[in-house]
């Protein structure tokens, strides 16, 4: 049963994460320091950054000032470098960024399979960092199935997390069923997708006769499915209606017309397998045909 926002899922290491928080990709400066106090303050226990989205020392401030304990607060931060070397070194770097000893959850941001199977050699890293107690937990993001195979077929450590695109227009139903079948929890990035469901008539009809807005009517239907969401806003009205997804719950005929607008099409992020300006061409092309994203 999902009841508020304290709700938490429990990892493969008996870690226990909480079901939604707040995602700061593409959030700059004080917006990201204002967005983390708002949502603590709010009741979210859960952060969302990375390295590479640059904001870390944001996320960070935000984190001493917000005026709860760090340690009633999960982190998530995720190293892009490929290497074991390069990967230790960032999360040191992530450590310092965030003035925090530990994160709560690392996981590798992206498995570049262009460079052959070097994300085990993250991954060996990432086991490290386990050990010595520099993160809580460890998981992969846009990791298709294959090569958390490979992980498991080198007898290393199960990922705890998997985070993947996940929206109505991009679903990954195998995947989702993989990680389930592994005791890998899904985690939903841009479960919004990024904004580009905020013009479906479809979800615009289900929100309305339960009187919720779009973004909440996605959120839910997602965490119905026992899926993690972290949906970035760095507006305070919000991140505060985007939590309001507690009081009310989605039948099983409108869950599955939401399953149904399942279109397989990536709106944020590169496939895992692709380069990002082959993905962006891909969109613009798409765009150029009448598509809205
Ligand atoms: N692992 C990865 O590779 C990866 C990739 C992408 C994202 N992520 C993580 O997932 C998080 C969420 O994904 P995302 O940022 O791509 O997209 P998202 O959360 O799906 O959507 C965010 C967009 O929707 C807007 N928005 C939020 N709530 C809204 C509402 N109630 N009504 C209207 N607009 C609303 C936001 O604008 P405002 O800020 O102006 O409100 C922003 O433009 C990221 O921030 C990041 O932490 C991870």
Not at 19 to 34: H, R, S, T, Y
Not at 98 to 127: N, S
Request: one cysteine or more; a negative charge.
């Amino acid at each position: 049963m999902i009841k508020s926002i304290n709700d938490v899922v429990k990892l493969n290491n008996g870690i226990l994460m909480p079901q939604f928080g707040l995602g700061v990709w593409k959030a700059e400066g004080q917006d990201v320091v204002n967005a983390v106090k708002w949502a603590i303050e709010a009741g979210y226990r859960h952060i969302d950054t990375a390295a590479v989205y640059g904001n870390e020392k944001e996320v960070g401030q935000g984190l001493k000032e917000c005026g709860v304990s760090r340690h009633d607060i999960f982190v998530t931060s995720k190293v892009f470098k490929m290497g074991y070397r390069e990967t230790l070194d960032m999360m040191d770097q992530t450590l310092i960024d965030l003035q925090t000893d530990y994160v709560d959850l690392y996981l590798i941001h992206w498995p570049h399979p262009e460079l052959g199977e070097v994300y085990l050699d993250v991954w060996a890293a990432m086991e490290r960092i386990l050990k010595e107690g520099k993160a809580r937990a460890i998981g992969v993001a846009n990791f298709y199935s294959e090569y958390i195979e490979r992980i498991k077929e080198e007898g290393m450590t199960l990922p705890a997390v998997d985070q993947f695109e996940c929206h109505p227009y991009y679903q990954m139903p195998e995947l989702q069923q993989y990680c389930k079948d592994n005791g890998i929890q899904y985690e939903a990035y841009s479960p919004l997708g990024g904004g580009a469901i905020f013009g479906d008539e479809k979800l615009k009809a289900i929100a309305e006769k339960y009187n919720k807005d779009i973004a909440q009517i996605v959120l839910r239907w997602e965490m119905q499915k026992g899926i993690v969401v972290i949906p970035k806003s760095v507006k305070q009205h919000r991140i505060v209606s985007n939590m309001n997804v507690f009081d009310f719950e989605l039948s099983e005929e409108d869950s599955k017309a939401i399953d149904a607008m399942d279109i397989n099409t990536k709106v944020t992020c590169a496939r895992p397998d692709q380069l990002w300006p082959d993905f962006l061409k891909e969109k613009e092309e798409r765009m150029a045909n009448g598509a809205r994203f």
